[in-house]
């Protein structure tokens, strides 16, 4: 039995699906259904129901997944005691941000980690709030960013500023949204995140809008999100430095009725508190966001 069989098991019995656990790994399916049927045979159990709607645990793979994560975890804890024992992190650090990098302080990031602790490397990889909590339950991320707070358990975060946003629109609107009130803003068409961005709570929490009763001009992600509210697709959130910029250039028209805002924290899974990796990325922390 290989560490990379029990790897595998875990993640396809977290995706349920073995083209989502190969993309996850890195791998193909064929070796992902490799590695499944290997273990399946080494163990004398069959693991998985394969359907249409793809992979679900059967009664002695429910059992067997949470040995699996504990032989895991110690085979984590076992590295970070090696680690500890060199005195210094060696790797890669996988990083999921939500915002952009100006925001998050990504270059101090990388200069104060080069610095500090040459041989680790930094990986960045754009994502939401929501994916980066369910990427750091799942392993994917080691670290990341995000808005709004944990919403599960198993994740520690620590606070490192609150981010303003305003309300941007059409320029050809400039009329309509600078002399509007709440209530009119709320009902203007949105372009909005997709699923699972943290964002949107803000829209619904100063606004009083349910997610149904939202008018979704369009859904995109964040990097696209502002050239489509410039391009007069429909109002949305751009952070305050961006939109106040975009609005001295005019490109957008503002609406100032009130201030909006999320707070935004440094998390990483808690079993991994002790990783050296995280203690580095803590103490790189301190230094770039010292108050």
Known sequence: ?????????????????????????????????????????????????????????????????????????????????????????????????????????????????????????????????????????????????ILGGISSSGIKSRFLRSVEFMVAGPVAWKERIENAGAREIATLPWVVHTEGCRLDMIIEEHFGLANENLIRAVEADDETMSQLVMAGAGIGLMYRDEAEAAEKAGRVALWRGKTLSLDLFFAYLETRSDDPKIEAMHKVHDAVWQP
């Open 1 to 145: 039995m290989e560490l990379y069989q029990l790897r595998t098991f875990v993640t396809v019995a977290e995706e349920k699906h073995l083209t989502r656990a190969a993309k996850r790994l890195n791998t193909s399916q064929p070796s992902v259904s490799a590695h499944i049927k290997a273990l399946e045979k080494e163990l004398g159990l069959s693991l998985f129901e394969r359907s249409k709607k793809g992979m679900g645990l059967t009664d002695p793979g429910e059992v067997m997944l949470d040995k699996a994560r504990k032989v895991l975890d110690s085979a984590s804890e076992l590295l970070n005691q090696a680690e500890k024992i060199k005195g210094e992190p060696v790797g890669g650090v996988k990083i999921g941000i939500n915002l952009d990098p100006d925001t998050l302080r990504i270059t101090r990031v990388f200069e104060q980690a080069r610095t500090a602790y040459p041989r680790l490397t930094l990986k960045l990889v754009q994502s939401s709030s929501h994916r980066v909590e369910q990427y750091l339950k799942t392993g994917e991320f080691d670290c990341g960013y």
